[in-house]
Nanobody, 119 residues
């Protein structure tokens, strides 16, 4: 199983970034996909979630109206479009997959991608 995030970097406040997460090794189209954010010195928190079919999304209050999660099941990829970025959005962003297969429930994690927003 692999979840490989990309698209992080350094951006000025008010700017945009698009994160991608390429998945392999499990049935992506059956998985609930999530993006988490871990700010320096803080716990990891859920920022966005999308259902397996892509027809349901949820966002943390801190990112509503600024971030958009989407997925392409044909490409086994989930995205996080981040607009109007703020310095408090700085941190590591992790992609994760949640679901259940014949072996039971699972959660898989990527290695994370760093996002730094300068003021």
């Amino acid at each position: 199983v692999q979840l490989v995030e990309s698209g992080g970097g350094l951006v000025q406040s008010g700017g945009s970034l698009r994160l991608s997460c390429a998945a392999s090794g499990f049935t992506f189209r059956w998985a609930d996909m999530r993006w988490y954010h871990q700010a320096p010195g803080k716990e990891r928190e859920l920022v966005a979630r999308i259902s397996s079919a892509g027809d349901s999304t949820n966002y943390a209050d801190s990112v509503k109206g600024r971030f958009t999660i989407s997925r392409d099941n044909a490409k086994n990829t989930v995205y996080l479009q981040m607009n109007s970025l703020k310095p408090e959005d700085t941190g590591v962003y992790y992609c994760s997959a949640w679901g259940s297969e014949w072996s039971g429930p699972y959660s898989y994690w990527g290695q994370g991608t760093q996002v730094t927003v300068s003021s």
